[in-house]
């Protein structure tokens, strides 16, 4: 729920900065539709996942309060992204991330009995090493505050991964400290995702992709040390 919360939160931001900068100038330059219905249903799709969140409801009426939202965005995006403006594409692709963050976090698949951890743990070394030499080719163009930032966050997550993997490879492994270094690396990971979501260069669909392969595996790590 802690994850669910803090996506949840993250798509509200999104929806508003959209719905703010949405000037009157912009929705005119579009071709004729009903603009008010369409944005009213949308946004209260969100409103209701935000309520149903809040009030710690069932997984079942989290992933229909989400289907919703999937439903409504359908005809959102659709309608919005006709409009001739790149800011307003690139907020439109933030909310979009911010739903396939949801949709991911939401899955209730329950991973194999057998799945080894040590290799899940290896993977995602793999993959926060690839996201770094991706991020690094963007961050060339970056400044150097948010250069350094966003590295340190990248190093903190692939060293927390590390300390995971030196964990689980102990012999007994403890559970209770596989869980809480697991919490860790899910804190880290939101931290790195916040920023790599800023990149709008050319790396800018590697990074989604690697970052959708890491949300997944974290999403597994995380039912697999419950």
């Known amino acids: 729920m802690q994850e669910i919360a803090h996506l949840t939160e993250a798509l509200k931001r999104d929806v508003d900065e959209f719905y703010r900068r949405a000037t009157l100038r912009l929705l005119i ?19 209701n996942l935000i309520d149903t969140v809040n009030h710690n409801e069932s997984t079942s009426n989290l992933i229909t309060s989400f289907s919703y939202i999937e439903q409504a965005w359908k005809d959102f ?28 976090s939401l899955r209730i698949e329950q991973p194999s009995e057998s799945i080894d951890l040590a290799k899940l743990v290896v993977s995602l070394e793999t993959q926060s090493t690839q996201l770094s030499i991706i991020a690094e080719q963007w961050l060339a163009t970056e400044s150097p505050s948010f250069r350094q930032s966003t590295q340190n966050s990248i190093r903190d997550f692939s060293n927390t991964a590390h300390e995971l993997h030196r964990i689980i490879l102990m012999r ?23 920023k790599i979501s800023r990149c709008e260069t ?25």
């Open 77 to 104: 995006s659709a309608m919005f992204h006709t409009v001739e403006s790149p800011a307003a594409l690139q907020l439109l692709d933030k909310v979009d991330n911010s739903i396939n963050a949801l949709r991911i």
């Open 29 to 47: 330059s579009l071709p004729p539709a009903n603009y008010i219905a369409t944005s009213d249903e949308f946004y209260g799709t969100v409103e």
């Open 172 to 194: 007994p492994a403890s559970p209770a400290l596989v869980r809480t270094k697991s919490s860790e690396l899910f804190d880290s990971w939101f931290q790195v995702h916040e």
């Open 202 to 226: 050319r790396e800018k669909f590697q990074l989604q992709e690697t970052a959708v392969r890491i949300t997944q595996m974290l999403m597994d790590l995380r039912y697999a040390t419950k």
